[in-house]
T-cell receptor
Framework: EDQVTQSPEALRLQEGESSSLNCSYT??????LFWYRQDPGKGPEFLFT???AGEEKEKERLKATLTKKESFLHITAPKPEDSATYLC???????????FGPGTRLSVLP | EPEVTQTPSHQVTQMGQEVILRCVPI?????FYWYRQILGQKVEFLVS????????KSEIFDDQFSVERPDGSNFTLKIRSTKLEDSAMYFC??????????FGPGTRLTVL
């Protein structure tokens, strides 16, 4: 059974204070690892897909990396508008659905 | 930019009543999904739908739930007899050839 855990559960940063969020996973044949951002009361918003160990993707202040067991979402010089819950999900080669982690709730203080 | 839409945004119903949640997936997508998120908990898979039939479903998706694609654009989730524990955000998602699932804004279902 595919499993996804995320840490920390919550993270408070000062504006400009860089940090990383962790997503650890176990999956039988990784089809892809996906990062989403979720604002309160809204649907998950797609950020990145990673398919193989060593892959990296960047978008503005965010950078996602992937190893065989975990993924990191690095946030460089965050701004208050980066405050959200960041969700990690995996898809395996055998099913079609995603398995989501519990998320990391990020707060960036001005 | 194409997006998944869902209606209504909020549905309040009495326990035991039937509800239908509606979704319009992105037009050229072929895979459709329903997920739910109970307040404060993780997003959970309910069902996937491809080629006019259910391709996968979770343990949550019991006989009280059904899905349908009644025409070329809508995708619906029906809950036959709602329970208090069905209160949650319900998200529709669709996927094309990219492998990425795009989510709608959700329907907040409140069962009283």
């Amino acid at each position: 059974e595919d499993q996804v855990t995320q840490s920390p559960e919550a993270l408070r940063l000062q504006e400009g204070e860089s940090s990383s969020l962790n997503c650890s996973y176990t999956v039988s044949g990784l089809r892809g690892l996906f990062w989403y951002r979720q604002d309160p009361g809204k649907g998950p918003e797609f950020l990145f897909t990673l398919y193989s160990a060593g892959e990296e993707k960047e978008k503005e202040r965010l950078k996602a990396t992937l190893t065989k067991k975990e993924s990191f979402l690095h946030i460089t010089a965050p701004k208050p508008e980066d405050s959200a819950t960041y969700l990690c999900a995996v898809a395996d080669n055998y099913g079609q659905n995603f398995v989501f982690g519990p998320g990391t709730r990020l707060s960036v203080l001005p | 930019e194409p997006e998944v839409t869902q209606t209504p945004s909020h549905q309040v119903t009495q326990m035991g009543q039937e509800v239908i949640l509606r979704c319009v997936p992105i037009s050229n997508h072929l895979y459709f999904y329903w997920y739910r998120q109970i307040l404060g908990q993780k997003v959970e898979f309910l069902v996937s739908f491809y080629n006019n039939e259910i391709s996968e479903k979770s343990e949550i998706f019991d006989d009280q739930f059904s899905v349908e694609r009644p025409d070329g654009s809508n995708f619906t989730l029906k809950i036959r007899s709602t329970k208090l524990e069905d209160s949650a955000m319900y998200f529709c998602a669709s996927r094309g050839t990219s492998g990425i699932e795009f989510f709608g804004p959700g329907t907040r279902l409140t069962v009283l």
